[in-house]
């Protein structure tokens, strides 16, 4: 058997085996992962030596990563891509750890950086999760207006272990994208969205996903993909989003950064860069109104946080928190949400006298929306 076939026997028992996952996790380096495969062959009956196994781990010599199947419980999706045949979806190995992050693509970056992906970095065809796309769906989604509070919302949620909560991860805005453009089906959103929210550690009690902003300009038909499940959508003073977005650009506020027409907002061309921002946020907003108006999802004005989470929105997605997962609950709602090591400072005060009179006049556009919004929950409230 040549060295390339023993790297792959080796590579496809660890695969299969967590237990030899979890030994390899205690690699901090190339050198150790290679030390540590190096025993593993061993025990294998392989020849493979430390050098041959440190050597497959050179970009250039890395045998096919491709698997017919889904990878077992601890690979989660990354990144959709083709490879000229076909979509394919790359699959990386998380290392045992919760999604601590507060955006999916961090918890990613952490998972690249883990010497073990070197040896376990797997790509799959896009229609392997089909598999399972009749599974565990999400028992709710956060819709949100942007710089709203949904964000400090998915890490309350996150501090409950019996949480898994993935927050704005780009592979399922592809497979919506992708969807909208008539190039994938139902099953295959469902499958990606049962794969992002795996229960990885055995003893998942609830799956939430937080959306990206722009995802509210298709609420309904998102909903409807994803098992009529549940959905909440967040919104905040429209001054003090568009004050949010001029510091720092979303980047659905940049034009053609995200391809807003598969989600049903056509006509970018047509808007001034000046009031790109405005023209977006008050689309999103208007979707929302029109799903609310309807009868459906729960409304979170940003001012009712953190309390909420436990008074309102935990009960409207049919779940509660103990004593132990509120407190763990209420420790995440000191830290803000996007820089955990850093306490939460209300910033409403500071963005209200930081606006311009442009961002006073297009956040007055917005309001028309934002103060539907606002009734509609407080009738909701009062019925209750």
Known sequence: ???????????????????????????????????????????????LSQADIAGAFDPAHLPPFELAALPPRQWLPVQVFSDGRQLLVEWLHFGFAALAEPFYEQSVARARALPINRLLRLATPFEAVRAIAGESQPDGLLFHMSRCGSTLV??????????????????????????????????????????????????????????????????????????????????????????????????????????????????????????FARWVIDAIVRSALAAAQAGHGLLIDYRQLPGAVGETILPYFGTSAGPAAMAAMTRAARHDSKNPDRTFIADGAGKQAEASALIREQAAAIGVSYRRLEAIRARRARSA
């Not at 695969?15 to 050198?31: C, F, K, N, S, V």
């Not at 003090?240 to 027409?261: C, F, K, W, Y």
């Open 1 to 47: 058997m040549s060295n390339r076939d023993e790297y792959r026997q080796m590579r496809a028992a660890v695969i299969a085996d967590e237990a030899l996952q979890r030994d390899l996790m205690a690699a901090t380096d190339e050198g150790d992962l290679a030390e540590l495969c190096s025993a593993i062959a061993g025990r294998l009956g392989l020849s």
């Open 154 to 275: 998915a890490r309350i949620l996150a501090a409950d272990a019996g949480h898994v909560v993935v927050s704005e991860p780009p592979p399922l805005d592809i497979a919506f994208r992708l969807h909208f453009d008539g190039a994938i089906d139902a099953d295959l959103v469902r499958g990606m969205a049962a794969a992002l929210t795996r229960d990885r550690n055995g003893h998942a009690r609830r799956r939430f996903i937080k959306l990206d902003s722009w995802h509210a300009l298709a609420l309904p038909r998102i909903a409807a993909l994803l098992g009529d499940c549940r959905w909440a959508f967040l919104y905040r003073e429209p001054v003090e989003v568009l004050v949010s977005h001029a510091r720092r650009a979303g980047m659905q506020t940049i034009p053609g950064a995200v391809p807003l027409a598969s989600f049903g907002l056509a006509g970018a061309d047509r808007v001034a860069p000046e009031d």
